[in-house]
């Protein structure tokens, strides 16, 4: 049964099944749906992005709720879902690991330096700023870590977070590269730890990315540039579709940072991201997965 790409190639690793058996006949029962639909519609069938712990925001805005409404052609082996495409990835790491997450790793400054906004080598809060407003290198903390959050905790103040991602900067980097002053006191107040283990959730598995337009997002295990990042009505994130002749293949869920909580369907509502249908296609039709 395919509840995601293949279940195991936009699983967090291959070790950890997609869906537990719950949500497998939970997945059964959904009504009028073949069983190999990617679970777009159910918040609960979200792995690792939204799993034990979870995103703080969501693709709409808070108590808004947008209805998904599938067609199917072509036998039902092909989903059509309306949505609009937010960005292309162009570029794209490698597997992320919880190692790459520690004082001593060097992987946080490799994804900061490679970026068009990184100025002068060094990490500062002025420089270009990201796509919706702001420091991009606030951007890139909040995105690594997918502003996640434990179930059972409140959401975690925006000045709380930065500050814990600056005094991780501060402390792995003060030495090697540049860290501005903003950022050094910024820092007094957090805690590197907390920042590491919100990060750890997010990215451990995941391909950090940067799209044509600017926007930073995390993005499944089998994403590759040239993959669409998207919002697919009724869908509780934003998704990864791999493009294919006239239609796409589900890669998995994806974090889009400034375009969750609302902000891709405000574009979408306002005309500035043109409205568009999917063709969602049954993974029967590859002969094999196109990495």
Not at 21 to 48: F, G, I, M
Not at 71 to 95: C, Y
Not at 189 to 218: H, I, P, Q
Request: include cysteine.
């Amino acid at each position: 049964m395919l509840n995601s790409i293949s279940a195991t190639k936009s699983a967090k690793s291959y070790s950890r099944p997609c869906v537990s058996v719950a949500k497998a006949l939970t997945a059964l029962r959904r009504p009028n749906l073949p069983t190999w639909v990617p679970q777009w519609d159910l918040q609960e069938s979200l792995h690792n992005l939204l799993g034990d712990d979870t995103c703080v925001y969501r693709p709409y805005h808070p108590h808004e709720t947008v209805l998904p409404k599938p067609k199917f052609i072509e036998s039902t082996r092909i989903l059509l879902l309306e949505g609009v495409t937010v960005d292309i990835i162009q570029t794209i790491s490698r597997v992320l690991r919880t190692s790459d997450i520690t004082l001593e790793s060097s992987m946080i400054a490799e994804l900061w330096l490679s970026q068009p906004e990184c100025v002068n080598g060094g990490f500062t809060t002025s420089g270009p700023l990201y796509p919706t407003g702001g420091s991009s290198i606030f951007a890139l903390l909040e995105t690594l870590s997918a502003v996640k959050k434990l179930k059972q905790q409140a959401p975690i103040p925006l000045s709380e977070r930065l500050s814990d991602g600056a005094d991780y900067l501060t402390r792995a980097y003060s030495t090697s590269h540049g860290i501005d002053e903003d950022l050094h006191q910024l820092g007094k107040t957090g805690n590197c730890y907390k920042w590491m283990e919100r990060v750890s959730g997010g990215a451990d598995g995941r391909r950090f990315a940067r799209g044509k337009k600017g926007y930073y997002a995390l993005c499944p295990p089998a994403a590759r540039d040239g993959d669409v990042l998207c919002l697919l009505l009724g869908g509780q994130t934003l998704f990864c579709l791999r493009p294919d002749g006239d239609g796409y293949f589900f890669v998995g869920e994806c974090y889009v940072h400034g375009l969750m909580d609302g902000g891709a369907y405000d574009l979408m509502r306002s005309g500035e991201l043109p409205g568009l249908e999917f063709r969602i296609k049954w993974c029967g039709f590859m002969k094999r997965w196109p990495l």
